[in-house]
């Protein structure tokens, strides 16, 4: 079994939805992580022990999503020397405005680094890109991620361009 | 000396000059207070004991103010059974509106008693009506207090009608 | 028949399925309230007269809600030297944030405890937190209450680790 | 003397420097106007006995000035029958949005007709506007007024051509 | 057949699900209106015709209603002396922000009275309160009218208190 | 086969519901244009070339939609001299606001002709505008198309005088 | 004397210090200009003539810059087939954010091509850019100004390396 | 001479202010930098090379401030495979709001870390973090930081302790 590299927490269990993108992309890129909820608010004690031991589990980066007044990332931030990624969790009576900021605005010295709004796949992306700065294979496979990005775009284009864009346009699936 | 009721917290020295206007309200009432700075990012784990040994002490109401991802309020009601108060305490990048949601958007079982942007005083007065609700000699200082906020006024208007609005108005401080 | 300690008021019967919240949670905390509707735009006598009455009737703390230009909380306020929990009510046009404003940016004198946006179960807990202020009983219940939101995380926490988070997920209620 | 037909009211005496400005404009129209401060948080008894006196004094029109929470011209238009012409006050915190959101946002039943921030002196023509429906004289005064507008654009115009826009923009005050 | 006072007026067609509430209510005060649609955009020489002619058709006031970018309400008040009511209709894209803030921020001399967002049933009131400044038979209309508001919601102050406030969420009507 | 004089690109397949509205204007006005995918983020290489080699290829205007953190038409515009105008799409999480600001706020010397979010179709006009300016037959058309515009809203003028409002307002289609 | 092809016009006088960036960057170019005042609230009917006229006097862009509820822009843009530039004027209350919003979110059929607040320079860039489409030497000196924007950067580049950061920070102008 | 680690970059040299806060905190943890200007608007060929050309220089890290339309953050990100840094710069019209929303909220596939409007400081922390996954000196030299930033705190406590709040805030340095 591989060594968990990256922790995935969120304060909430109805914050998985869009927590679990994160999982998702680093099992992409082979890179072992953990899930667990760890609340700032309902777990206090939970959150300072987890943070503080995460260094030694030999944890090297933290993905940290919540929502609201969402104090998660930047509570974990303050209680370890390890990289947090905060995920603001779209919220539903500011549309996660209020997460975003509460996670953002960090004061000097205790930086979050922030993600858009419910963008949880990209907290994962940029833990793989954190670990691949002394990582030469996990640093190629992101080489090949971006280029495949790349190519699925272009291969819409050419479908777009083939079809026309009524057709295409025709063939895609309904919101 | 009288036992602190209330103890006023503030995430930075910076946030004294607005924070030092609860002092004075619960000066203005005979409520024993304390200050200092426990900084949720800074020193989190001062922040966890004080939280969780205010209620020991005495401390009867938490008035807790700070800016941009203002945790120190939320977190403190994570730790403590004792009603927090949160002030907001404007910012120089969003005016305030970070602290803001950063404080009130408490998620259920935790909440926080939030005042106006800045409004460290109605935070102390917030704290008086608290202590007034077993208090019956602090309730009477508070009616007293809201008749003399309206006395205030009235003596305005009279002012007011007396000099016309015109040299009221020349009679101002310009800001 | 117990004594009304709290008493809940709305602007609108629009607003109870977010105010009977509040109900509830003093409900498990065997705390007697009162639920009722008053208007300050329709009813402004009606409010007058509840306000300056609620303390004579023994009333300690008030929960008062409203939406849009939620002026309820704020003038109940200043007609009474109880403490006022105001619950911004989610708005149809302006999501929460009229209502929010409204309720939070009280002047110097007059303050108002604001919750977050339909956070009216938060707010029926405050009021709790305030009475157990001088009532040991309340104190220690709300301190199981505390505990209980923690074990209900750590269980959450436990059924994750066993079931991996993609089983979880699935497990969980369709919004 | 004449009988006064627009009360302008206003929550604080700070806000005289901006509210000022709805009674000069009615002095242009020789409109009768009283102007007094009415605080809806600090006299409330006041602010109902007012309204409710309003329209008995022969008052057709009232102009309520407020900020932050500014509650003042919305309960002034629960308590009478009159047109309530309702002016933001900009705020020092929000800038005006949280006084425009508390004065514009009235549920039905219960309009207040709201100005621009800072916009008193609209609200003074606003009330002639609503007076000069059944006052030839006045509709007459009014149509000169928006020629006036028309005129000082239009030697506006003429002297930015005449002299060029470099010259004019030097001539300019500096703000 | 009764001389039009009130111009309902509308930007497009799709305004008027919002903007009907302005005629059922100068209905319910027996007040004669006319409801059109006046586009400044897409029929500008319309508008400027339609204002102009305005004040002598008999009209005494207009209630302009508009969406995005409104700027229908504003161009009507540069044309007439009439008061004109606006209406910032709420928009797809900005939930009618941009309809508020391009109907309200009007410059000084040119007046809007500026509703609620959706606020047509306050316009027609707003128009009837206007029309009854020297209308004693519409003035005690309106009288019977704020009398009603409160009737109605003492009505279901009572049924509240009767079912207790469980079984009357029970009985309202889902969203 | 025509010259292409429009190109209209945006940042995902995703925009075509939004970006179609501008090609369906082109056509109306039989302008040759073409439809593609340019990721700015996805496929910055190809958007370089794309945008450096569209003026050699005859294009005179780009149309460019694109959401979220909408980068595309402000770099495309970095990147050729030929008039880009930029298409706020409607995003998830923040409505549009996020795309309209990354849009429209471009620094001095590189300017973005914004339209309204989701304003595809007058995107489409606004290049019509820019072509017909040497284009006296599309000028012509122009004319034509606003007296439509006119046209159309007249006769639903005439429809609702002849229907009256309420007919009007129940065969509208439901949303 | 050239003909004037590109006509800025603005609301109202204080507009003229950011619109004269509009102008100088016209004159850069060497392409003739106007600059007026045409108010839309104070002179509506000096707007529609001259919008109605302008493409009669050879007049090929407009450029119209406006502060508030800014209807000049959108108003113009209804009234004629050239293609109108918009410029939000920064506002005293709302920073421009009003500006913004009643200049980019036009209806379907009229557009404006919106700039930044206080975007005057690329307004006048953006009439460039669109006169460049049927003129090469005009579009030549386009791409000059483009490498020139490069040059300057590099220039500064350079000298930042030379110098190093604290030094070059030291010897720019204070703020 | 080190090798340079961490690149720090903004788009234009009047963001050099904000920016210095990030190289001076990557001296103070003695990691090597380079300071230069690449913009993306302006220079949007030298940011495609910079950006390509990072990873294979040595480059580890990049951090990038913009303001306004802050394009360069996720242009780079899209242009290289390491850690892209963000810091909004609080540009003059949109108080940052606009640099926040057009840096944090990227599209699934290229993350950027983002920090608060103008936070240069935890930008280059943010740096030294990702630094220090696999460097267990520059880790250590974290905790030191870390333990230094309590020790900052506690020092004002005991100040602030000792002088009484009155006297502090009188020491204070004014704004």
Redesign the interface.
């Known amino acids: 079994m591989k060594k968990i590299q990256v922790s995935i927490i969120m ?4 914050d ?2 869009v927590m ?1 993108e994160a ?1 998702k992309v680093l099992e992409e890129f082979n890179v072992a992580y953990e ?3 760890v ?8 959150m ?1 022990e987890f943070a503080q031991a995460a ?1 030694g589990r030999g944890v ?2 933290i993905v940290a999503g919540a929502g ?2 969402a ?1 998660l990332p ?2 974990v ?3 370890t ?3 947090v ?1 905060g995920v603001p969790v ?9 997460s ?20 949880a ?3 994962g ?2 833990a793989v ?6 990582d030469k294979k996990l ?1 190629r496979s ?2 090949t ?2 280029k495949n ?2 190519k ?3 291969s ?2 050419e479908k ?2 083939k079809q026309g ?2 057709k ?2 025709q063939g ?1 699936p309904k919101k």
């Open positions: 304060g909430s269990d109805s998985l939805p679990s999982a899930v667990t909820i609340s700032a608010h309902r777990t206090p004690e939970r300072v260094a090297k980066v609201g007044a104090h930047g509570m931030a303050a209680l020397t390890l990289p990624i779209q919220s539903r009576t500011m549309s996660g405005l209020d975003l900021y509460s996670i953002v605005q960090m004061p000097p010295g205790v930086p979050v680094a922030t993600m858009a709004i419910n963008g796949r990209n907290a992306l940029m890109k954190m670990l691949a700065i002394e640093s992101l080489d991620f971006m990005l790349a699925e775009v272009l819409k284009v777009l361009e864009f009524e295409y346009q895609m």
